[in-house]
């Protein structure tokens, strides 16, 4: 058996925590349909108690994504160009998160529902990408 060190641990945070943001997101998507049929406040009350577990598993990414980078090696010109590529989209995906969290018209809650999926999907193609 391959031996269990701070790597793994660090990893396995970095990857639970993205399967919470990006696929809690997801399924979200595939359940509102369902949920407007229960009634006009469910999707709301549902959204509400995401975010709640959404945030900190945002907030676990970002804390093991610094103890990622402060664990790379020496990387070449173009993983830091990468690595910065995936900060961007991180930004982003939390920025129109919040912007999503806040909206109140249904073009608003479209538009940034929209970009937070895409952003935080880009996020982990990226990640997938670094790690290769
Ligand atoms: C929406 C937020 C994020 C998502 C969805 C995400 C997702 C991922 C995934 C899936 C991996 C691949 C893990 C593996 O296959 O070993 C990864 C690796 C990585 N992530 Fe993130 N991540 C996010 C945020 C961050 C942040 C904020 C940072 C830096 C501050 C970061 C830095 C890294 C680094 C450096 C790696 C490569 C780790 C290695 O190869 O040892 N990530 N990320």
Redesign the pocket.
């Known amino acids: 058996m391959k031996t269990v060190d701070w790597?793994t641990v660090?990893?396995f945070l970095?990857?639970l925590?993205?399967s919470v943001?990006?696929g809690g997101q997801l399924t979200l998507v595939a359940i509102v349909p369902a949920l407007r049929a229960v009634g006009s406040t469910a999707t709301t009350v549902a959204a509400r108690a995401f975010t709640r577990f959404a945030w900190p598993a945002?907030g676990v990414?970002?804390l093991?994504?610094?103890w990622?980078?402060a664990?790379?090696p020496d990387e070449p010109a173009s993983y830091e160009h990468t690595?910065t590529l995936?900060?961007v989209?991180?930004v982003l995906?939390?920025v129109t998160a919040y912007a999503h969290q806040r909206a109140t018209s249904r073009s608003a809650l479209a538009w940034s529902g929209a970009l937070t999926g895409l952003?935080?999907l880009g996020?982990?193609f990226?990640?997938?990408w670094?790690?290769q």
Do not use: D
Request: net charge positive.
């Open positions: 790597e660090r990893l970095h990857v925590a993205a943001w990006v945002f990414l970002v093991t994504g610094i990622n980078v664990a790379l690595l995936k900060y989209l991180v995906s939390g952003f935080a996020a982990l990226v990640g997938v670094l790690a």
